[in-house]
């Protein structure tokens, strides 16, 4: 694959282009999210993720009107990704404080909703998240929009193979999220840390590259999108810098070996496992 630039972009099913990389803002602060968004968009970011359970989506619309105003760039050179939440807020909980999911809603009629959304001009695009073979396959049979996109944790200790290849033989994109690891997530100190990975730091010291890079550009090889997440205008360059190196086919597969089969937000995903729509299994 040629080297390509940090502009690169992915083609969706629907012929919308969707930028490789993106920025993540999950567990980005209310009063940060301002100063984040156009930091990242100062450093080239003309995608960006968020979702209305991260609770700082208002600021990052005010960080957007702002850069359009200041002329930094037009709308329509921004991919915003969203994803709703069927809960109200606050966030409902058990006895012992911790979230859980009191719907039940079948996501294919959610997904019928969601296509009127697309027929009304509300959305160019629709796609999914966390959404296993089985739950795509069931879309699939019902979709008149087809989902665009599957947005799931992909990294060298979850490398997700065959939903991978499912979802690109499908035509839907996969977007990895949590592809440095998610680092200070929910981690005891007995997690092993996927930026100190001796394969990973041994092969960022071959490239010339940081272990952030050689993370981000792990999925990027394999056809995906990467939406690291930053509140460092240093690591959001970095982060940008992938398009410039390509990995061998054989680095790739030295990669692919650390795979664990184990999810970076196990803890945080366990807590949902008896809802009938679980969909790590
Ligand atoms: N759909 C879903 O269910 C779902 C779940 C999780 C995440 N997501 C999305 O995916 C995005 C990314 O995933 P994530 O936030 O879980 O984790 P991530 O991007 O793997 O890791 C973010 C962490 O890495 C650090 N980092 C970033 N660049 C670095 C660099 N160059 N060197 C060293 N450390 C660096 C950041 O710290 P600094 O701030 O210090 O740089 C931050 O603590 C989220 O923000 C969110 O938008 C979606």
Not at 44 to 69: C, L, P, S
Not at 157 to 165: A, C, G, I, K
Not at 243 to 262: I, P
Request: glycine share 4%; net charge negative.
């Amino acid at each position: 694959m040629a080297a390509q630039n940090s502009r690169a972009c992915l083609v969706l099913s629907n012929g919308m282009k969707m930028p490789q990389i993106g920025f993540g803002t999950l567990m980005i602060k209310p009063h940060e999210a301002v100063a984040a968004v156009k930091a990242a968009i100062d450093a080239g970011y003309r995608h960006i993720d968020t979702a209305y359970v991260y609770d700082n989506e208002e600021q990052i619309g005010q960080a957007i009107k702002e850069v359009i105003a200041e002329g930094k760039v037009k709308r329509e050179e921004l991919f915003i990704v969203t994803k709703f939440d069927k809960n109200d807020r606050p966030l409902p909980t058990n006895e012992k404080g911790e979230l859980r999911i009191d719907v039940d809603v079948d996501y294919v009629d959610t997904w019928k909703e969601m296509e009127k959304l697309v027929d009304e001009g509300l959305a160019k695009s629709i796609g999914v998240s966390n959404f296993n073979e089985k739950q795509i396959e069931r879309v699939l049979q019902v979709a008149k929009h087809k989902p665009v996109n599957n947005q799931i944790e992909v990294n060298p200790y979850f490398t997700r193979q065959e939903l991978v290849s499912f979802c690109q033989s499908n035509g839907i994109v996969v977007t990895s999220y949590s592809s440095l690891g998610a680092p200070g997530n929910m981690k005891t100190e007995e997690d092993p840390v996927l930026l100190s990975d001796p394969v990973v730091k041994a092969m960022g010291a071959k490239y010339n590259r940081s272990p952030a890079q050689i993370l981000l550009r792990y999925p990027v090889s394999r056809g995906c999108a990467v939406i690291p997440k930053s509140l460092n205008p240093e690591h959001m360059k970095e982060n940008m810098q992938i398009f410039d190196f390509e990995l061998s086919t054989e680095d790739v597969k030295s990669l692919d070996d650390l795979n664990m089969n184990s999810s970076q937000l196990n803890r945080f995903w366990i807590i949902f496992k008896d809802h009938p729509h679980y969909p790590f299994v």
